[in-house]
C-alpha cells in the first residue's frame, strides 16, 4: 500500500501490512482541523481498497463465508461518514495477521464494540447537508435517517416482469434529501404518542408499524414534524457551521433552515431504494438475491420481522423490499416519458401509492420499481411506511 502524505491519500490495492496500518492511523489521526475534506477523501479511498482488496479476499481463502458477510454488512453501513468507519475495518485485518484475534467471533464482537462507540458521531443537534442524521424520540428510542445525495436516475422499468403503470422509463432528478434508514417501528410509533384504529397483527417493538392508513402515517409525520420543529427549523450563522461539506454552502451571513418530515415521493423512495447515486443496479433493493434483503412469502413465515435483520441496500438502508409495503406520498397516476425535476405525482386523485412489496407478496413486487396503490383510508396487515426529511417548500 502506497501512502501520499499531502491533502489526498491513494492506494494499491495490495495486502495490508501492520506497518502500513501504523503509519496510516497516524496521518489520519494527525489531520489538522483545516483537512476535513481531505478527511472525506481520505475515508473513501481506505474504504475502496478494503471493500474491493484484500480482507474479503483474505477471509474467503480462511473459508470465513459467515464473518465476510458480517463485514459486509459493517462496511455497507452508512452511519459513520468519517475516515474512521473504515480505519475500523483495516484494524479489524491487522486482528487476524497478528493473532490477536483467535476466531471469527472475537474479532466479531470488536468490531461491534468499537462501531457502538464510533456512532456518536452520528448525532447532532441538526439535520447536517451530506451526512446521516440521528434523531432522538425519547431517551430511549431513536430513530436514524441516511442522506441521500441528489441525483438523476431512470425511473420506472420496462423488463420482463414490469407492469404497465411502471412504464415508460422516465429521467427523474432529484434534490438532496433524508430518508428512514428502516421503515417506523411500533417503539417508534409509541413514542409519538400515536393513537390507531387498528392493533398490529404482531406486537414487539422493533417490529414495523402495520394496519396503517395512508392518512394515518402521513398525520405521525405531520406531528413529529411538530415536535421537533426546534430542530429541523432553525437559523444558522455560517460562520459557525461546521467545516464539513463547507464547499456546498455560503458563508457570512445568517440563513434560514427549514425542513419536514414526510412520506417520500414515489421518485425519492425509488432513487434510494436503487441505491442512489451509488446504485449497483441490483435488481431488488441491495441484492439481486431477494433473500439477502427482504422478508418475502417465500421466508417469512407468514408474519413480520423485526427491521433491519435482512442486509441494507449501497445507502445503508434495510427493509425496502420486503416485510411491510410502504406508503408514499402521491396520488397514483400513470407514468410521463417527460424529464422531471423533484416531482411529487399528480395534483390529485383517488388512491395513494406503496411501494416495496412484503412478507406477504412474491418477488416480483419487491423490485424497486413496482407500483401497488390503496384508498388513502385502507389498512392492511403487511403494510407500513417509513419518513422522508426534506427542505420546506
Known sequence: MTIQINSRLTFRRTRFSVLSLIQLQDFLLNLSQNDEKAKIDAWQDVYDSIYNGSLFRWLERQNLIQLKNEFNKLLRNRDLVDYKFALLHSLAETLFETGKASDSTNCLKYLEDELKKEKKLTTSEHPVVGRNWLLSLNEHVKMPLVWVEGGTFKMGSEDNEADEDEKPVHTVTLSGYWIGRYPVTQEQWEAIGMKRREKNTREGKLLPVENISWNEANKFCQEISKRFKDKIQWEEDRNRSSRFFEEFEEKDRVVEKKYQFTLPTEAQWEFAARGGRISQEYKYSGSN????????????????????????????????????????????????????????????????????????????????????????????????????????Q
Open 289 to 392: 438475491s431477494l433473500d439477502e434483503v427482504a422478508w418475502f412469502w417465500e421466508n417469512s413465515e407468514e408474519k413480520t420481522h423485526e427491521v433491519g435483520q435482512k442486509m441494507p441496500n449501497e445507502l445503508g438502508i434495510h427493509d425496502m423490499s420486503g416485510n411491510v409495503f410502504e406508503w408514499c406520498r402521491d396520488w397514483y397516476g400513470e407514468y410521463s416519458a417527460e424529464a422531471q425535476t423533484d416531482p411529487t405525482g399528480p395534483k390529485e386523485g383517488s388512491n395513494r401509492v406503496f411501494r416495496g412489496g412484503s412478507w406477504n407478496f412474491p418477488a416480483g413486487g419487491c423490485r424497486p420499481s413496482s407500483r401497488l396503490y390503496f384508498v388513502p383510508t385502507r389498512r392492511d396487515n403487511d403494510v407500513g411506511f417509513r419518513v422522508a426529511l426534506v427542505p420546506v
